[in-house]
C-alpha cells in the first residue's frame, strides 16, 4: 500500500522557520507532481506549492519568498523549507502526489504559528 510519510510540523513563534518533509512509502508508478497544500479552520484547503519531476515550481501568492518547495520527485520526496512564519500561515499541511492514473494525499501535519 502506497502512503504519502510527512513529517516536520510543530509549534513556532511567528518569524521562526519549519521544514516539513515528505516521502511516498510503498510501490507506487512514476508521479509526476508533488505539493503541499494547506487547510486553516474554516478555510478550504488550498495550494501552496508543488514541484514538477523536472524541477518547476509553483507558489500561492502568500508564500513567495518566504516558502520554498524542493526534493526529487523521481525520488518520491519533497520538502516544505518555510521562513518568517506568519499566524495565518497556521494551518494542517498535507503533501499531495499526482501520478498520471491518482493522486494521494498525506495524513497531514500541523503547523502552528504562536507567541
Known amino acids: 500500500q502506497v502512503q504519502l510519510v510527512e513529517s516536520g510540523g510543530g509549534l513556532v513563534q511567528p518569524g521562526g522557520s519549519l521544514r516539513l518533509s515528505c516521502e511516498a512509502s510503498g510501490r507506487i508508478e512514476t508521479i509526476l507532481v508533488m505539493g503541499w497544500y494547506r487547510q486553516a479552520p474554516g478555510k478550504e484547503r488550498e495550494l501552496v506549492a508543488s514541484?514538477?519531476?523536472?524541477?518547476?515550481?509553483t507558489y500561492t501568492d502568500s508564500v513567495k519568498g518566504r516558502f520554498t518547495i524542493s526534493g526529487d520527485v523521481a525520488k518520491n520526496t519533497v520538502y516544505l523549507q518555510m521562513n518568517s512564519l506568519k499566524p495565518e500561515d497556521m494551518a494542517i499541511y498535507y503533501c499531495n502526489s499526482h501520478t498520471r492514473y491518482r493522486e494521494l494525499w498525506g495524513q497531514g501535519t500541523l503547523v502552528t504559528v504562536s507567541s
Open positions: 514541484i514538477t519531476r523536472g524541477g518547476g515550481t
